[in-house]
């Protein structure tokens, strides 16, 4: 196959080129910088893209935005957030709808923010939105896909958890304070957490280029969602370190920013990959603690 994949440059999008690579795929990054040799450029603010690239293509993965929990949300990140995701996807389905031999198939990012605050509900796809910021934001960066999905192609709008990785993101946050024994539960702890390991979460998008059956939102999780509570417990018994501290909410709020904290850190999804798993999809890492030993493992 020959895939467009944007946001190469992430956590997932490094390692998702790797493994198309490695099965033999012939793969197209498509970045904002000077291209190098096999890449293609685009600049989603001005409009600008390079549809030659497109043309032709097996499929296109759209990984790309702005990072939503690495900085506070003032007004002005909240609208780099929310436009970093708009602004693109709108781009490129609008491109992809006026080829003259477009992808098969388009697998947009998304994110299980879609659902909002639920408390202990389990949730599915066929779930109703929530409410919040991230919900207002996945809901724009999901129906930017409709030009695609209007012009025949196939789309996908994956709802990615919270994806685990001693390389980046949330968990490699956390460890260098769990390796010296201060890691502990946020706030309550009962907020529910849906997590995927990376090495599941490149499955699944490798699974949704190739399974015909799905379209529309396929929520990328672990089928074994936990509190975090029970997260924290998890990743103190992996590095044999206790986790007795606590991080007050209110803590939180002041390190983060109160929406920030109450939206990403303090709020939970019991999301369930319900589609993924009808669809045959077998995970790697079902179950937290069997994940955490092999993304912890000695040279993993």
Avoid: K
Avoid at 17 to 27: F, N
Avoid at 95 to 100: D, K, P, R, S, V
């Amino acid at each position: 196959m020959r895939v467009v994949v944007s946001g190469s440059s992430g956590l997932i999008g490094r390692a998702l080129v790797e493994a198309l690579r490695d099965r033999g795929d012939e793969v197209t990054p498509l970045v904002r910088r000077s291209p190098a040799a096999g890449e293609a450029t685009w600049d989603p603010p001005t409009g600008s893209i390079d549809a030659g690239a497109l043309d032709g293509a097996d499929a296109v993965v759209h990984l790309a935005g702005a990072g939503i929990g690495d900085r506070r949300w003032t007004p002005e990140r909240r609208r780099e957030i929310l436009a970093s995701r708009v602004e693109s996807t709108s781009l490129l389905s609008r491109t992809l709808a006026g080829l003259a031999h477009p992808p098969a198939v388009l697998v947009s990012a998304s994110a299980v923010g879609y659902y909002g605050d639920r408390g202990a509900e389990e949730l599915t796809e066929d779930s109703t939105a929530g409410t919040g910021f991230l919900a207002d934001v996945c809901r724009a960066w999901e129906d930017a896909t409709a030009p695609a999905a209007d012009a025949g192609l196939r789309v996908v709008r994956l709802r990615s958890g919270v994806v685990l990785s001693p390389r980046g993101g949330a968990l490699a946050r956390q460890l260098p304070l769990f390796r010296l024994g201060v890691g502990g539960r946020l706030g309550t702890g009962r907020q529910w957490l849906s997590w995927i390991s990376l090495p599941d979460e490149v499955g699944a998008v490798l699974h949704t280029l190739a399974e015909p059956s799905l379209r529309g939102p396929v929520n990328a999780t672990a089928p074994g969602p936990v509190t975090n509570r029970d997260f924290t417990a998890a990743l103190g018994r992996a590095l044999h370190r206790p986790t007795v501290m606590a991080v007050p909410g209110v803590a939180l709020r002041i390190a983060l920013g109160p929406a920030l904290a109450a939206e990403m850190v303090l709020a939970g999804q019991r999301v369930l990959p319900a589609r993924l798993t009808a669809s045959g999809f077998r995970f790697a890492h079902a179950r937290l603690d069997e994940a955490l030993a092999a993304l912890l493992a000695p040279g993993a």
